[in-house]
């Protein structure tokens, strides 16, 4: 029998009690309240109930072990940016790899794989595999439903998609940025119950008294948590999220953060935790801990309800970490295949032809800090080159999958001053993504991606200055957190000598792809307008 000792936070009844917990084997066994006074707390399981664990860069089990030090018991993960390059088998790979892990980790079915139709992805999920999908244990729910244009106007395949949730009675999580009125109200009537793409207080006021249930997000390149907490405070069905959490700040915290900057920002602390323990673990029915009896014991020790600095965490009885320090490795490894089937790229590839000699007017990609919306510019270029001094870049998406296609445009924000950045990470569809100052390191760099097979470069000279492989998919590395995080800072440190002065550079790049985040985003077809959402022309006539 082992025992833990302070004072519990019973989130049912919203009360805070010494006691002292008991453990038999995996499960509490009895709560015995006492008249000690302690100086820690104990938590029920800390869930993230919406993170891609692939934006990590870590297989679901590395990644395990970073949270798992953080007193994360449990996430809830969509897969789809595997699912878009590898399909079915990708998903599979992460529920088996995951098998390893340190926490509980539960996945949503991808709902929408290709996220659009302007864009190429390695694979397609059709109705088909969201049935098989479905029927896994591990599957709680279907995935951000982004084709929120699909749903408004009845679209055959994905509606069914939803019957299908609904008849294994798994709940529908959306991803609606900015819609509203009847449009809104439309889609959350085809049952859509969760939203974590609000951006304003007045949105998510909208879609809460709609009947969503509010992700209050606080990522890497998504900050909403200043802007939405108020809602969370008169609320008690908002959950709080990462979405995308990039692992340079994953190793600093993970729930624990949350925790600490909702409190920070006036939310009653048990409401606070409530939030990411019986709010997520009751709407996805997941078979987590919530310090009851018979409950699995997914306990979590903190010091405070200010802090949350975790002392330890256990998960089925069992202590993964304590004070900071992992005490279970993942020692499994299943290896999956790669998808690149791109020729080399030469600079003039990168050509961009007009019949303007001079002082053309072209449609730019506005990057904005800690959002992953862009806007939308109109800027007057001499010729179809970047601009260092005006910070107006070349950017392109590579496709990979074998069609040999190009999309090229301009983006303004990285404020390059040399070279260039490639990725083989950008959302959802995962071909390489490219911005640069010069179309040779531009080519050189995603020669190289290609070379590797998948990864991060970064280029000055058509010389490789920062670099890390991602074997899994394009996605992902099989090596320790401390080798990635190493390389990681390296690649950062090369970015910012460039002159590059985004705090997530990465992240911001990846996310230049993903065509149902407004404003002007880009595919391997072209730029792409997402409130009109069809394709625009570079040159803006």
């Known amino acids: 029998m082992k025992t833990i000792e302070g004072n519990l ?29 302690y100086e820690r707390f104990i938590l029920p399981s800390l869930i993230d109930a919406h993170i891609h664990i692939e934006s990590s860069m870590l297989t679901p089990s590395r990644f395990s072990e970073v949270v798992s030090i953080h007193g994360t018991t449990s996430v809830i993960s969509d897969p789809h940016e595997i699912a878009n390059v590898l399909g079915i088998d990708g998903i599979k790979y992460m529920i088996k790899e995951a098998e390893a892990s340190n926490v509980k980790i539960f996945y949503t079915a991808p709902s929408c794989v290709p996220a659009t139709k302007f864009e190429t992805s390695g694979a397609i999920l059709g109705i088909k595999e969201i049935e098989k999908l479905m029927r896994l244990e591990k599957i709680v729910g279907l995935g951000e439903v982004m084709n929120f244009p699909g749903v408004i106007n009845g679209d055959k395949e994905i509606m069914k998609k939803i019957e299908i949730a609904k008849k294994y009675n798994k709940p529908i999580d959306g991803h609606c940025p900015g819609l509203s009125g009847k449009k809104l109200k439309k889609y959350i009537s085809a049952g859509i119950s969760t939203d974590h793409e609000c951006t304003s207080l007045k949105e998510a006021e909208e879609k809460l008294k709609l009947g969503m249930k509010i992700m209050i997000r606080e990522g890497s390149s998504a900050k909403n948590m200043e802007d939405l907490i108020e809602i969370a405070k008169e609320n008690d069905e908002c ?40 709010n997520p673990a009751l709407h996805y029915k997941l078979p987590v801990g919530l310090l009851r009896i018979g409950d699995p014991a997914d306990i979590v020790v903190v010091n405070d309800l200010k802090n949350f600095n975790v002392i330890e965490n256990w998960i089925d009885g069992k202590l993964i970490s304590r004070k900071g320090k992992l005490l279970r490795r993942c020692k499994k490894k299943i290896k999956i295949k790669n998808s690149f089937r791109l020729k080399k790229i030469e600079p003039k590839r990168f050509e961009i032809k007009t019949n303007k000699k001079e002082n053309i007017k072209i449609r730019v990609i506005k990057v904005i800090e800690n959002q992953i919306i862009t806007k939308s510019e109109t800027v007057i270029l001499k010729k179809l080159s970047s601009d260092i001094k005006k910070d107006i870049l070349k950017i392109a998406v590579v496709e990979r999958y074998g069609h040999n296609r190009i999309g090229i445009g301009f983006v303004k924000g990285f404020c390059l001053k040399a070279g260039a950045i490639a990725s083989s990470i950008a959302h959802d569809s995962h071909n390489i993504i490219v911005v640069g100052t010069n179309d040779k390191d531009m080519s050189y760099a995603v020669n ?20 890390i492989e991602l074997p899994v998919a394009g996605l992902m590395s099989n090596k320790s957190s401390g080798y990635v995080i190493k390389k990681l800072k390296d690649i950062h440190e090369k970015i910012r000598k460039l002159g590059c002065n985004l705090k997530s550079p990465l992240m911001h790049l990846s996310f230049l792809a993903l065509l149902v985040i407004p404003e002007l985003k880009i595919s391997d077809y072209g730029l792409f307008d997402v409130n009109r959402f069809e394709f625009v022309d570079l040159i803006d006539e």
């Open 239 to 278: 959950f709080l999220v990462s979405d995308d959490k990039h692992l340079e700040d994953l190793i600093k915290g993970h729930v624990n953060f949350l925790l600490k900057r909702a409190v920070e920002l006036g939310v009653d602390p048990i409401k606070a935790i409530k939030m990411v323990s019986l």
């Open 9 to 37: 936070v019973d989130v049912f009844e919203e009360k805070i009690f010494p006691a002292i917990v008991k453990i038999k084997e995996d499960k509490i066994y009895e709560i015995k309240k006492t008249n000690k006074e």
């Open 448 to 467: 190289y991606i290609r070379k590797i097979r998948g990864g991060i470069a970064v280029v000055k000279n058509k010389k490789i200055i920062g670099k």
